[in-house]
């Protein structure tokens, strides 16, 4: 039995990461779905069925709605901005899946809502809660200043929804819909001072679809120190392969498939990660939400947010 004080919240979209959130608030003692609108009504009536949830076709009239304090924001990268920003004009607190805007000025209108309105703004980046994520921050901070961060991406398929993933239109340039590998590099090293890019894509078709792309960015960081990116999908390769190294004064931390290994003078030892239990990102935005209750929200999350779309939108 739920109790008459939990969160009442919104999901907007039903695909598989309307799923995957709603699988996660339904068994809370703390929360509630009330309500799940989508433009896709199949889906979107199978999801509220299975879940005692009202189904309505409109995300405006959700975000409306007088009896939910939370909208958790599913649909694809080109709907974000606008639909956090209307939720956040309602006075909703919001959790929207990754990227947080597809266009800066949102961006920085969602913080300035946020802050104005006292509505926790929390962007879905699993990194933010992960041991991985914290080990290597603590590493970073103990081997002086960063010279050079890299991090490269290889693809072999297409992915289960190429309309969408692989459509500029839609998701935007690789560096956007894969900003979750932005993310930790700028919750490691803050904003950029300067962004260099390069894009190729190969059967680009005027609906902005596309086959196989590589995608460069370079940046300098405001407090020094270089990173790069690369991603390239749709290639010949038998598996997807991922390296990332951060070359820092007096030590590097890389990983190239085979875990995590931090070197220094004194030798190359495993990085060590926490098995500690993290908070998920569902139970972290519903406590931030009784906190914001009594005192301004913590925003550090969406001011990362904010700086890693600056840099991914600088690959248009
Ligand atoms: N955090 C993570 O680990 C993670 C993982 C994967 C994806 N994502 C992000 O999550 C978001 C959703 O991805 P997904 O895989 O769940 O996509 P999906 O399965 O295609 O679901 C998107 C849902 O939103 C609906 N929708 C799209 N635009 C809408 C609009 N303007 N108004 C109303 N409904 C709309 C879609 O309707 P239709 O069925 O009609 O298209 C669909 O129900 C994307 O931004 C993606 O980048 C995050």
């Known amino acids: 039995m739920k109790n008459m004080t939990n969160i009442k919240i919104g999901i907007i979209g039903s695909g598989g990461m309307a799923r995957h959130h709603l699988v996660r608030f339904a068994p809370m003692e703390t929360a509630e779905v009330v309500a799940i609108a989508s433009r896709n009504e199949q889906t979107g009536t199978q999801l509220a069925g299975e879940h005692n949830a009202v189904f309505i076709p409109e995300w405006h009239r959700l975000v409306q709605r007088e009896d939910i304090n939370g909208v958790v924001i599913c649909t694809h990268n080109d709907s974000h901005g606008e ?43 699993p990194e933010a809660v992960s041991n991985t994520h914290k080990a290597l921050k603590q590493k970073i901070g103990e081997l002086g200043d960063l010279l050079l961060t890299s991090f490269v991406r290889l693809t072999p398929g297409r992915g289960a929804r190429p309309e969408i993933l692989f459509n500029l239109s839609v998701s935007g340039t690789p560096a956007h819909f894969f900003i979750y590998h932005i993310y930790p590099i700028v919750d490691f090293f803050g904003g950029a001072a300067s962004v260099k890019k390069n ?11 596309y086959d196989r792309f590589v995608n460069t960015l370079t940046v300098e960081f405001e407090r020094g120190g270089v990173g790069q990116w690369t991603w390239a999908g749709g290639v010949a390769i038998n598996a997807a392969e991922e390296h990332e190294r951060y070359v820092l ?10 875990g995590w ?29 009784r906190d914001a209750a009594d005192q301004p929200p913590n925003l550090e999350d969406a001011r990362v947010a904010l700086e890693a779309i600056r840099i991914s939108l600088s690959s248009e």
């Open 261 to 289: 290994h931090c070197t220094t003078p004194a030798g190359v030892t495993p990085l060590v990660i926490p098995d500690s239990p993290q908070p998920t990102l569902q139970k972290l935005w519903l406590s931030e939400i």
């Open 83 to 125: 639909i956090v920003l209307a939720a956040l004009r309602a006075d909703k607190h919001v959790f929207v899946e990754y990227p947080l805007a597809s266009d800066v000025g949102e961006g920085e209108a969602a913080l300035r809502l946020a802050e104005d309105r006292g509505r926790v703004l929390r962007v879905s980046h």
């Open 249 to 258: 004064t007096d030590g590097t931390i890389s990983d190239a498939g085979d």
């Open 199 to 209: 894009a190729v894509y190969e059967g680009l078709k005027e609906n902005g679809q």
